[in-house]
């Protein structure tokens, strides 16, 4: 309609490629190493240079100038099962990486109240993974002992809402909004993960008994709004039992979880205990009659 406020046409290569480096040193044991690339376009909203009022206290515009999201990912992975000793292990392993990210951008006049928001392209937005599983029985095979282990760790900026000073004049435009933006708007945010969770068991053709406890850390950190920066603790454990008896099978789990770290309030600590009583009949215990009480 308006051709003044076309987007230029803009042609953009962007190859992504993917392999695969597979080992397989036996039929239980292999090792493959991945790489993928994706790119991806901006929204036509986020292009597009008019400006939206429909609500006139928060107007958004379009940046024709942004670039395409590419990203990179790298995962490895290892496994390994023994079948005479019962040992399995698996180990994966990822990184990715986010080039021209999209990202939203928005800055307010301190006088009347008013936020305009237009879009932008930013780097630095990673992430990585480690997750471990470890199963084996002990000597004897009566005991059993796993494990699992997880770390995450990402990382991104942003411009943080709020923190320009008073603005005026015409923000209908991308560049008339980018121009009050400066490096002491970016805020970098890092979140870290961490999961462990070992266990032990013991089975017999009469009894099995296991104990698992378990501990979670989860740590954020932001660069300007430092008051939402966390660290919480998670952790607990559960034990969990049955008992065969003839034709009757008694289950029972107790579980305890607790956390700290948050605000005053609401941290939580509980206890749940569940248990179940069967009665197995017909041919080859193949029908179940029984009872089962939850939180008891």
Request: charged residues 15%; hydrophobic residues 30%.
């Amino acid at each position: 309609i308006n051709p003044e406020r076309n987007i230029t046409s803009d042609w953009l290569w962007s190859p992504a490629p993917y392999a695969r480096l597979r080992f397989k040193f036996t039929k239980t044991r292999s090792l493959s190493l991945d790489y993928r690339a994706n790119a991806s376009q901006p929204s036509v909203s986020q292009m597009q240079p008019v400006p939206d009022v429909s609500n006139p206290m928060s107007t958004k515009v379009g940046n024709p100038n942004l670039k395409a999201t590419f990203g990179h990912g790298f995962n490895f992975r290892f496994n390994d099962f023994n079948s005479e000793t019962q040992r399995s292990w698996m180990i994966n392993a990822g990184f990715n990486y986010t080039k021209n990210n999209v990202s939203s951008v928005s800055i307010s006049d301190q006088n009347t109240g008013k936020t305009a928001s237009t879009y932008t392209n930013l780097d630095g937005s990673w992430s990585a993974n480690l997750m471990n599983m470890l199963s084996m029985p002990l000597p004897g095979k009566k005991f059993y002992f796993r494990s699992f282990m997880r770390f995450s760790y990402s990382r991104s900026e942003s411009y943080n809402l709020g923190r320009s000073d008073v603005v005026t004049g015409d923000l209908s435009t991308a560049e008339s909004i980018l121009q009050y933006v400066n490096d002491d708007m970016l805020n970098k945010a890092g979140s870290l993960s961490l999961n462990v969770s070992p266990g032990i068991s013991f089975r017999t053709s009469v009894v099995e008994l296991e104990v698992r406890p378990t501990y979670g850390f989860q740590s954020s950190r932001n660069s300007l709004t430092t008051a939402n920066n966390r660290n919480i603790h998670s952790y607990g454990g559960r034990f969990d039992g049955t008992l065969y008896l003839g034709n009757f099978v008694l289950n029972t789990n107790l579980r305890y979880t607790a956390t700290s770290g948050y605000s005053s309030g609401y941290n939580t600590k509980q206890w749940i205990w569940n248990a179940s009583l069967e009665y197995q009949f017909l041919k080859g215990k193949n029908a179940t009659i029984g009872v089962k009480g939850y939180d008891i």
